[in-house]
């Protein structure tokens, strides 16, 4: 069975360009989480989709960052436009049902690293 | 402010050592802490610990929980070099599922 996916897995772009992170997650979880981690800090949450409606968007740093998830599928996270501070890694991670609530296991992909010069 | 502190950010040990990694938190409404190890790239689920389930155990590794001083310890006996990763330690405070806390992370190294 396939685990979660993520593309690109490097993104180099200039300030102000755009750049489209895609998660596929494992087949069958309802949930997808988006996370990032900045160099030298935690890991910290951007947003929670059920299916395809946003559940939680508050970790969302401000409305340059769009999240989709059509079909409640694969989801895209687009950030528009890029500026330096949006540097960082970010994961994407999937569970199925109320996992997270019995076991604590999210299955979390390998990360895109986005770099903004 | 909720977070989570772990210590220490970097420890480099030989086979066979036995290590404890530390994380403390501070949190207004806990509900379970979990632990993560990332070798390379995704990070993988090793244990999750809550008021009822405060110790956990699984081949050399084992992780308990302190609720009165609100902090837990993941513990790796006889040392491997596959157990270097970043161990990372999260608090989910109930929050929406998936709106967990991470401390910084413990990397940790184990030479031959």
């Known amino acids: 069975e396939a685990g979660v996916t993520q593309f690109p897995s490097h993104s180099v772009i200039e300030k102000g360009q755009t750049v489209t992170l895609r998660c596929d997650p494992i087949?069958?979880?309802?949930?997808l989480y988006w996370y990032r981690r900045v160099m030298g800090k935690e890991i910290k949450f951007l947003l929670h989709?059920?299916?395809?409606?946003?559940?939680?968007e508050s970790g969302m740093p401000n409305n340059r960052f769009l999240a989709e998830r059509t079909g409640g599928t694969y989801s895209t996270l687009k950030v528009q436009p890029a500026e330096l501070e949006d540097s960082g890694v970010y994961f994407c991670a999937s569970s199925q049902g109320r996992l997270l609530f019995d076991t604590g296991e999210l299955f979390f992909g390998e990360g895109s690293r986005l770099t903004v010069l | 402010e909720d977070k989570v502190v772990q210590s220490p950010l970097s420890l480099v040990v030989h086979e066979g050592d036995t290590v404890t990694l530390n994380c403390s938190y501070e949190?207004?409404?806990?509900?379970?802490l979990l632990w993560y190890k990332q070798e390379k790239k995704a990070p993988t689920f090793l244990f999750m610990l809550?008021?009822?389930?405060i110790e956990k155990k699984s081949g050399r590794l084992s992780s308990i929980l302190d609720k009165k001083e609100l902090f837990s310890i993941l513990n790796i006996t006889a040392t491997q070099t596959g157990d270097s990763a970043v161990y990372l330690c999260a608090l989910y405070y109930g929050g929406s599922q998936g709106n967990l806390i991470f401390g910084k992370g413990t990397k940790l190294s184990v030479k031959p």
């Open positions: 809550t008021s009822s389930g």
């Open positions: 989709f059920v299916k395809e409606s946003k559940q939680d």
């Open positions: 949190v207004t409404n806990f509900r379970s």
């Open positions: 087949s069958g979880h309802d949930n």
